[in-house]
């Protein structure tokens, strides 16, 4: 199996703009996807297939790919983005799903 | 309304066995691949297991590999996962999520707890 390498965490004012980064092999090969999850809550997708937003996620997130990286730019940062974010990506053929270890945002 | 409800979670003694159960309303489930996702405390997300939509592909992850069994029934609208030989390192919450590719895992239940522990 392949790994996904997240930062543990990404500190961002209100108002300016976070990236957080996921890095793997398979990347260049295999569609991403982004989940944000709010302590007590289940994961939400916030981008599916490297830079698609999922109906009714705000427009500040987005999402690109260069290479083996893949980055998630969350624009105008607001308090209540503090959550953790995964990125996702299937193995060749859909056959098993990677998660990356996750990145903390703080918003100061 | 689209729901994932699991249930059937619990304390188990190690070496013990539990069934999860993944209960989904709102859309056309036999028309879905299904996964269980797993959460330890504190730690990151890790993929269990997935069936395809038709029950003809099964998958797991090393982890969990010849002591977990996934399973659905279509008519019932349900996904199961048959936990056996429990060890502590599987304590955990338990998502299920359906999987729509290539659009990935876009609904999620509110997960269900397992405890490990004697």
């Known amino acids: 199996s392949f790994e996904l390498t997240q930062p543990p965490s990404v500190s961002v004012s209100p108002g300016q703009t976070a990236r957080i980064t996921c890095s793997g092999d398979a990347l260049s090969k295999q569609y991403a996807y982004w989940f944000q999850q709010k302590p007590g809550q289940a994961p939400v997708m916030i981008i599916e297939?490297?830079?698609e937003r999922p109906s009714g996620i705000p427009e500040r997130f987005s999402g690109s790919s260069s290479g083996t990286t893949v980055t998630l730019t969350i624009s105008g940062v607001q308090a209540e983005d503090e959550a953790d974010y995964y990125c996702?990506?299937?193995?060749?053929?859909?056959?098993?799903?990677?998660f990356g270890g996750g990145t903390k945002l703080i918003v100061l | 309304e689209v729901q994932l409800v699991e249930s059937g979670g619990g304390l188990v003694k190690p070496g013990g066995s539990l069934r999860l159960s993944c209960t989904a309303s709102g859309f056309n489930f036999n028309s879905y691949n299904m996964n269980w996702v797993r959460q330890a405390p504190g730690k990151g997300l890790e993929w269990v297991s997935s069936i395809s939509y038709g029950s003809g592909h099964i998958y797991y992850a090393d982890s969990v590999k010849g002591r977990f069994t996934i399973s659905r029934d279509n008519a019932e609208n349900s996904l199961y996962l048959q936990m056996d030989s429990l060890g502590a390192e599987d304590t955990a919450m338990y998502y299920c999520?359906?999987?729509?590719?290539?659009?990935?895992?876009?609904?999620w239940g509110q997960g269900t707890t397992v405890i490990v522990s004697s």
């Open positions: 999520a359906r999987d729509q590719r290539p659009q990935g895992m876009d609904v």
């Open positions: 996702q990506s299937p193995e060749s053929g859909y056959v098993y799903w990677v």
């Open positions: 297939k490297d830079n």
